[in-house]
């Protein structure tokens, strides 16, 4: 624990537009490539838990792999790893429950959960400690959501809210239990 959240989303609550894109995220100018804390918060955390379908959207980007942590890719049809990523990349499958503990028992305990399905489902078994949210100015008008329907309501405990360039909102959540 934690385990944490950390997503941009338009203001309808989409994190990838309906052809799956993702250019939406520089509808911003940012001349000084100010990167709203990313860095910190990679150096905070150990280790990040991602869906296989944002591992095929990342794993398909131009340039140098762009984590420095261990990515551990929730999937059940991904069999093996590009030979490039084979000490940065590993599989992981099972209950979350199982997964979670599984990662725990390696020595990482402070977890970037990454995906729209699988925060779905971490944030349905009340998995999530906290959400760092990236709120674009935009209405895609469709395409993947962020959240979706959950069995009970949860409250959540703002913590602070940042404004970059007058344009991007970024808001940190606890969840109560
Ligand atoms: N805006 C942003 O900051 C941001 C960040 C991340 C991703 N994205 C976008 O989001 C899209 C991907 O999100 P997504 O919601 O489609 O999928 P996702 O959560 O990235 O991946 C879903 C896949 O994870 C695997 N999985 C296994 N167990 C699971 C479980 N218990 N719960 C959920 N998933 C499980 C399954 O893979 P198998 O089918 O292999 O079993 C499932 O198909 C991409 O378009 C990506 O670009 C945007």
Redesign the pocket.
Known sequence: MPNIVY???SIDGY??DKN?G?DW?GIVPNPDGNDFGFAKFMDDIDALL?????FD?VNAFDGDWPYTKPVFV?????KNVPAELAEKVFLI?GS?QEVFKSINDKGFSSIYI?????IQ?CLEEDLIDELILFQMPILLGGG?PLFGTLSNQMELEHRRTEVFLNAIVKSHYVCKR
């Open positions: 997503i941009a989303t994190i990838a799956d993702l995220l991602m869906g296989r379908k944002t959207v929730l999937t059940s049809t991904l499958s979350l990454d995906g729209g399905k699988t489902s993947v």
